[in-house]
């Protein structure tokens, strides 16, 4: 070899530094490969979720300007809109007056037994909406049980339950929980001395309260609040039962009755309507401020009140719980007690369907929610930030609407998934998608970022420190996300209706068929099978949230 060609130090280096800077180069496009993969898996989630929509808005396009102002401008469109904005008003505004006494009651009181109470007057957020609407019928509306017990008295008659009326008392004692969990949370975060200052300095106790407590807790009130006007906007079941024409009832009524453009025009304004409020609650959502923990203080002492807080304690954990499990109970043992009755026919089937398509559902909901969670959890993009966002869009969009959407884009583009499970198990993803990316997500930012990292200097390719790291601390928040998908599947109402293919039968659609063919004795097994499994679905989130009933 010449001398000119034989390698010195400086060449020894040179390759040395090549080595390292390609090594450094592989290592940076491994690690952006995966990075641009998961990308791509979270924006097409995105726009799966979104499709429903967009077909909708396609829907109402094809109708036609003149056309779609004339139907959005009918009476029977105005009434419409008029019913379901009072109903959404009259059962938000009585969930206040309800939920935030019961919460003061609990958390800054000397009410006797607080912890049982606690407990009851959370439980009614367990009943679904439209089995609650089926005991009242059935307890207080024409010819039911009260009016049974008091013929013999002369009453031949009991006010009218169906309408406006029924449906706001039906939907506020399944939807106060909602302001009233919100408004204890804030009201034991909050920190008390403020309110013993106000009274050293001669202020009344309301008016502590009205000057100190109630600025405090109003961003919680306000959102507990936004929650029940969400879940009233968006029920179908007890409008339906009560015969109110609210949004949901009358698009399901167009759409059996072939009124396909009204139906769609019906829905999109029903999602104008939704996104509003979504922005408002977005909005007071970021004006929130988080105080300080509260220091213990001596309870208020309610005196002569102390009978009338338990009468409001017992009389809506009575009217909530007692009332629809009693209805349920009677019509099982009455059942049971008769030889030959069919009330208590039961497929074991119909739980089966259920628990396998829930299943299913949650399944598929976790590989989707993977990609969007670990996008939202480590970047800060607007990208990013705007793939979660959509997938919070189905579930903020009422069912009715998703199955609505799903039921002409697969007669038009989809038909071998139509009538298929297939296409069911995509509208429960599209639905309940958030709760498994909520979870997981939340799971991600606990992740100490140090920890792959650690993994990757002993050798670990970025894959494999995210399977043997990552993936095993994230892992309960992946199943506690499942787990709220699933309960949630088992207890959806109008996508089932819509959607399930026929002669697929689950425990949602035999409660429906016994209401719709009035054989309400036929929905207990399934009715009380429900309610078992919303109880499944408050334990979970008791574990998860750590919710404390001292």
Known sequence: MDAEHAPGPDDTASDATESTQSVDSAESLAESTPRLGVSLAAA???????????????LAFDVGLSEALALSLRPQTLEVFANSAALVVAVTAASILVGVPLAYLTVRTDLPFRRFWTVAVSLPLVIPSYIGAFAF?????????????????????LPRLYGLGGATLVLTLYTYPYVYITTRAALKSMDTTLVEAARTLRHTRWEAFRRVTLPQIRPAVA??????????????????????????????????????????????QLVAVTLLILAAESRIRGDEQVYGGGRATDRVRLGRWKLPALGLCGSVAGLALVVPLAVLGTWFFRGASDVGSETLAFDISYVLNSVGVAAATAAVAAVFAFPVAYIAAHHRGKVATLTERATYV?????????????????????????????????????????????????SFLRVDPKLPEAARTLGRTP??????????LVAPGLFGGMALVFLTTMKEL??????????????????WSAYSQGYFGRAAVPALILLAVSGLSML???????????
């Open 494 to 511: 109008p996508a089932t209706l819509f959607l399930a293919p026929t002669g697929f039968e689950t425990l949602v659609t035999r409660v």
């Open 463 to 472: 894959s494999g420190a995210f399977r043997s790291v990552t993936l095993p």
């Open 223 to 268: 959102a507990g609040s936004l929650l029940v006007a969400l879940y009233t906007l968006s029920d179908f079941g007890t409008p339906a039962i009560m015969r109110f024409d609210a949004f949901t009832r009358v698009i399901f009524v167009e759409f059996n009755a072939f009124g396909r453009d009204f139906a769609a025009l019906l829905s999109l």
């Open 44 to 58: 097409t989630v995105a726009a799966l979720v979104l499709l429903p929509l967009i077909w909708l808005v396609r």
């Open 540 to 550: 979970v989130i008791v574990s998860q949230e750590g919710y404390d009933v001292k």
């Open 394 to 442: 189905g579930y903020a969009v009422p069912g009715v609407v998703i199955g609505l959407a799903l039921v002409y884009l697969g007669t038009s583009y989809a038909q071998p998934i139509y009538q298929t499970l297939y296409l069911l198990v995509f509208a429960y993803v599209v639905r309940f998608l958030p709760q498994a990316v909520g979870s997981l997500r939340a």
């Open 137 to 157: 019928v059935t307890a207080f509306g024409p010819q039911g049980a009260l009016q049974r017990l008091l013929e013999p008295l002369g009453v031949q008659s």
